[in-house]
């Protein structure tokens, strides 16, 4: 529906099409007539209900530079300030959502006793590779992520969850046993997407117009997604994993690591392996 409102706004929608609705932006009104008709399908509904990746299509007239999506998921997403942030968005196994792998700043987001600022790329692909498998950890065992890691200083840690599941269950789980969990958790995620997509590299970019359009004012004014930094932090990201940078793939060697060459034979069953 933002989309809507901004092609209207630039005269790529008209009223007739619009079916008379006003979708000037911040007109609340319309909005909330807008909504029932994209459930049902009704007039401009219609076109909205084919998503961000066909709805720009069938409009044409270079209106899908302004429908923002992940993969086809729609995002609101911050990309240009907070890089972090934008990177755990952009490589998220669910698309588009900012609760796998996303950091703001060392005091929050991310793991503790770093500090690094939002806008930075340097070390941002570790940040957001830790805290991706951190929340891994968090699904697996029912932590909510409020009190967890994604609060950084000021709640619980892995070393936290080690601790607490031991003395539940009567376990020795190590920190580093978790996250080896975690890692395991990530990939299979990983895996099930290439088998069932056509998802590549180029999926792992920021929507066009975050590359090409700066913020206009305020603390972050010029702050955008330089395509060769953000490559760099994927090249960081991808290595981290031991994925392969081109094709942003799982290697053989790389599963095998973590004990899943069953889910590397799938993989190369399906074309989708790199054999290293």
Not at 88 to 101: D, E, F, I, K
Not at 239 to 244: A, I, R, S, V
Request: proline share 4%.
């Amino acid at each position: 529906m933002a989309w809507a409102f901004e092609c209207f706004g630039r005269g790529l929608l008209t009223k007739a099409q619009t079916g008379g609705l006003d979708l000037t932006w911040g007109n609340g009104e319309a909005l909330v007539s807008l909504l029932p008709k994209l459930a049902t399908r009704e007039g401009l509904g219609a076109l909205l209900a084919l998503g961000p990746i066909e709805a720009p299509k069938r409009l044409g007239q270079g209106s899908d530079y302004f429908c923002m999506h992940m993969k086809g998921q729609p995002t609101l997403e911050p990309f240009r300030a907070a890089k972090g942030w934008a990177l755990g968005v952009a490589t998220s196994p669910v698309a588009g959502r900012h609760l796998r792998g996303t950091v703001l700043l060392g005091s929050r987001f991310g793991p503790k006793d770093v500090d690094f600022e939002a806008h930075v790329y340097e070390g941002q692909a570790r940040h957001v590779y830790w805290q991706g498998l951190a929340k891994e950890i968090e699904d697996l065992i029912g932590m909510c992520v409020y009190v967890g890691t994604w609060s950084g200083a000021y709640a619980l840690e892995v070393s936290d969850y080690a601790a607490l599941i031991n003395a539940v269950m009567g376990l020795d789980f190590t920190e580093d046993e978790l996250m080896l969990l975690g890692k395991r958790s990530r990939n299979l995620e990983k895996a099930f997407n290439t088998l069932h997509t056509d998802l590549a590299r180029a999926d792992d970019m920021p929507p066009r117009r975050y590359t090409e359009e700066p913020i206009p004012s305020g603390p972050y004014k010029g702050e955008r997604a330089e395509k060769d930094k953000w490559n760099q932090m994927l090249d960081e990201f991808y290595d981290l994993h031991g994925w392969d940078k081109d094709t942003s793939l799982q290697t053989r060697s790389g599963l095998t690591a973590l004990g899943m060459a069953d889910v590397a034979e799938k993989l190369a069953a399906g074309g989708k392996l790199i054999e290293r």
